[in-house]
């Protein structure tokens, strides 16, 4: 995964992700049109596929809503590194395939705007704008097939067939 970089304080929390006033809406795309809206206007008129969101501490903290990392992954954002993960964010985004990983240094030193780079397998992060790497503890091999098949409705459905 390649990307540029949102980066983001701690304390995240799944109300400034999608606020719940939009709750009621079934369409994703829809829905993820108003991700990150009370925290940062422009989100969604400048995220591109495969950008990365970089965030301090306990980000995904709060309710325990599945649309939260669902409305970051429609919207574009391929990986989320954070110093740490409120753990029921954390499992969500597992659960519907957003890769995420957990490394201070990362998260700390890079910036806005910086073009990263992030191989899952490795937990290896290249800042390529900075010139530094970074590593963050990989996922076993099961959590990392269920990003490969999309979230672990897709990857259970394989699973049962073969």
Aim: aromatic residues 8%; proline residues 3%.
């Amino acid at each position: 995964m390649k990307g540029h970089v949102f980066k983001y304080q701690d304390n995240v929390d799944t109300d400034v992700i999608i606020p719940a006033r939009y709750l009621n809406i079934a369409d994703e795309k829809e829905l993820a049109a108003h991700c990150m809206e009370d925290i940062d206007k422009d989100f969604v008129k400048q995220v591109k596929n495969g950008d990365i969101l970089v965030a301090g501490k306990n980000f995904g903290c709060g309710s325990s809503r599945e649309h939260a990392p669902l409305v970051i992954k429609v919207s574009g954002i391929s990986c989320i590194i954070a110093e740490t993960f409120a753990r029921i964010f954390y499992r969500n985004a597992i659960n519907i395939g957003l890769p995420i990983l957990e490394c201070p240094e990362a998260a700390a030193e890079i910036r806005q705007g910086d073009e990263v780079e992030v191989d899952l397998e490795s937990g290896s992060i290249r800042n390529l704008t900075q010139g530094k790497t970074y590593r963050a503890a990989s996922f076993p091999a099961f959590m990392q097939e269920i990003m490969k098949a999309d979230g672990l409705i897709n990857y259970v459905k394989g699973q049962v067939k073969a």
